[in-house]
């Protein structure tokens, strides 16, 4: 059975930065795209970054591009999203996301069978 955990979250003025971890048991992930997404009060969730575990290809969603980077450490399978220059608007709760395959075009929910329970990040003005 596959386990998400995310961790790190918290409260940042903007302009700050915060590293969220995503702690990943019960499987060899070497073959597994894994995805960082998130939701906003009444609002959808949206996709933020993934990264395809075994080949470290990396994608973002344009709101995050340059200021959010995906990575991962094999040794530990754990996976992160540092995350500098915060806005206010990515106050959301953060889930972390795994599925087998490429992450490569992963961008919608339904492309993810496992999940975390999620992490609150609040930016504040």
């Known amino acids: 059975q596959v386990q998400l955990v995310e961790s790190g979250g918290g409260l940042v003025q903007a302009g700050g930065s915060l590293r969220l971890s995503c702690a990943a048991s019960g499987r060899t992930f070497s073959n597994y795209a894994m995805g960082w997404f998130r939701q906003a009060p009444g609002k959808e969730r949206e996709f933020v970054a993934a990264?395809?575990?075994?080949?470290?290809?990396?994608y973002y969603a344009d709101s995050v591009k340059g200021r959010f980077t995906i990575s991962r450490d094999n040794a530990k399978s754990t996976v992160f999203l540092q995350m500098n220059s915060l806005k206010p608007e990515d106050t959301a709760v953060y889930y972390c996301?795994?599925?087998?395959?490429?992450?490569?075009?992963?961008?919608?929910?339904?492309?993810?069978?496992?999940w975390g329970q999620g992490t609150q990040v609040t930016v504040s003005s």
């Open positions: 990264i395809s575990w075994s080949i470290g290809y990396t």
């Open positions: 996301a795994a599925d087998r395959g490429s992450a490569l075009g992963r961008y919608k929910e339904s492309q993810y069978s496992y």
